[in-house]
């Protein structure tokens, strides 16, 4: 919890040494897949050293509600990165989503989905897609943190952080240098959510200008995911917040014809997870018919996450080799299928290939980390994120939040006012009702619930309150016998509004 | 503002007189592709009075921010039908939207887009669509409602309400009812927003078990749009909280070919908005070359919305027919077309056709209100939404929100419940930073912000606390030192959990 600079996470680089990594065989057709892609990555000639831990099914039915044990944390805290086969969560109630607890537990703040058309090799509408989204992971709407508030409303609230923006675009800059792409494109919602979403399109910008070799772009979201929908070719790598990465990977995904060949992964600053975006089939488990490509593509990722990148290209390659050359597991049958083969086999035919070069597929080349290095002249790893220094703060009013059904908004400002009047430090400035002014002039068509937002400010002109006058002013209120349900101070930090104005301000 | 029950906006539906209506001949292209609508409506024996009023660029210019006058509202108001062609904001700042202006005033709850493909005269991937998107148009996080918390953190408010949700949904279902639809789908992420997604999922299924003859469906957002990009046509009607529709909307529109083509209505109790979804256009205005088939169908959709279905059903086959028979203007160049003709050109082919139904394209039937009504054995107009009676309400703790820095989560802990000591109501819970579980029993790897929340609730077992207890415990840490940024009621509803349990808990 100490506010140091914090860097991207650096595992392993020693070329001479083998890395350990954390690996877990799963469920239904985990093990199978998982064989093939590590036998695979053996024969590429993969510096890495597996240690295996139990997770999933056998776990969960074990009595462990999270499906993971200390010993798999043990190892993940160790190793650092995780290469793990799909699970399956037992049905009925009880367990937890593994990957939603290593994701809180481990503070994995990115998930990074690439989403590539295998044309004519799998069916799709959009043949020329070859894209990169980079999923804000922990914040936004999805902390949780949702309140009743009145008989009539309901609230969940959208946090966007500074230090969350800073890492998850710092991430996409990283990766896009690291994998080859030449554009970055921020998708937000900042004309409407001027503060929360501005303030991620804001750091895009800041950071974005410390890579003059990638081209920035931005999107509203929904023109944004419109043309994704139509034109998936004109992105390289997306950054987005959590929600919009949400729908946006997933609408990439299916586009692409197949979720069987996607790989993904979850980096953190302490762990990295890698895996397919598939699950763990059990009806075919065991059968020898499952396709190892999304583990072994996921796999690829985590050679280049650390750092060998002259692994990743050389299978990479093979595997695109291997799907030119029309071999196949069931689920791909096409036209230019020449052989169905089983998972093993398919595995043998990838690891055949170790060394060629696709022919009609562009060719797959990382960077080697010395290489870029000395492009770059050797520039150092760049802070994953920068403490801010604490503002000036001030206290200059307080949004109070009631619940009240009065008969018109004019006799509620009555009401706040008589009780507010020995507050002599603040005034009532407006009264909202879901975002609309309602006091003073509203309109008489405006829909009211029973959920007002009362703005006090300090009643001095440009002044400043107390934290102690917003109690007085609760304690008034209470006395008078309103229902105050929440409340939102307003501050300006370092001089600058930290608030939006109500409509009509 | 009382709360009596609401019922469906019902503009004169009396066939033997001519029904009052608003309309605006807009800017740039407006006027032209205004005139060829009125044309073909007049023709086609549509039974309205229209009233001009003057909006958009020169009554911004002439110093109205807003761009409509208050000639143009009392026409509105009286009326309540608006049928509006494109305008244009003028550049520069201090101008507001329109539409968000007329929305906001006028409360249109309902944003209504029909999705339609028309291959082959229009190319598209997609050719097999027809849907209809219904977007809530008020809340969620549209309202506005944005704080900076702390220095790093950023928040907006998600309001979601009961009466919300009943009018966009009960809006939809009668939508689908009165256009012959057959499935209305619901797409929310309700797996994560329990409380307020769950609550739209919720009032769904309330109001939509009362349409026996209507199917439900529901996806998770983030499934549904992929499915939506990829299979459009599995979709009737969609139903959806306004960021999702806001997003839907423009990937469903741009998947049809041409948002030339797509009319919108925007609908609310006193007032419902009839207009094309394409701007002003103002590099082709007075060329009579515009397409004016996005305002026209928009005003078939008036003509629905104030009961002459049959009129609208003529001019809808015969627009129609007048595609079919290649007969285009040059926006929709295909191999299809064989006359490439003007705004009016395209009119008067139209009008031609009145009478005709279309041959490879399905014919439209709206059906009349009076089939309607005697199918359904003349039930009643149902009840726009249903004021609920006040809840049982509980006060049972609060959460309280600190800006602090401090060394260690138990550190932070150690400081509340030193401060809190003497309130003996209340006891601290647990603390969340971003939504994760940081006291008691936090994980070393978890990344703090500056924004903590903290939960106190009932010391008693299942007790009460008053709101009073809140103003004092602020008191209580507001004397140590400690800045509360917010709170948080935490409220039984007959009973009933009204927030969401914290991470762990």
Known sequence: MKFES??????????GTLTPITVAYGDGIGPEIMQATLRILQAAGARIAPETVDIGEKVYLGGNSAGIEDSAWESLRRTKVFLKAPITTPSGGGYKSLNVTVRKTMGLYANVRPCVSYSPYVQTLHPKMDLVIVRENEEDLYAGIEHRQTDEVFQCLKLITRPGCEKIVRYAF?????????????????NIMKMTDGLFYKVFEEIGAQYPSIERERYIIDIGAARLATRPELFDVIVTPNLYGDILSDIAA?????????????IGEHVAMFEAIHGSAPDIAGQDK?????LLLG?????????QHDVASKIHNAWLATLEA?????DLQSAKTTASVGTQAFADAVIARLGQLPHSFKAVRYAAPGAAAAASQAEPTPALYTPAAPASKALVGVDLFLHARPEHADALAASLQTAAGEVLAVKLQMINNRGVKVWPQGFAETFCTDHWRCRFVASANMGVISQRDIVSLLSALTDAGLDVIKT?????????????LGQGQ
């Open 6 to 15: 914090h860097t991207l996470l650096q595992p392993n680089h020693d070329l």
């Open 174 to 190: 990283e990766y896009a240098k690291n994998n080859g792409r030449k554009k970055v494109t921020c998708m937000v919602k900042d």
């Open 254 to 266: 299916e586009m692409t014809g197949s979720v069987g060949l996607a790989g993904s992964a979850n």
């Open 290 to 294: 499952a396709n190892p490509s999304g």
């Open 299 to 307: 796999a690829v990722m985590m050679l280049v996450h650390i750092g």
């Open 326 to 330: 029309g071999i196949t597991t069931a």
């Open 488 to 500: 939102e101070n307003l501050c300006t930090f370092d001089g600058e509004r930290g608030y939006a």
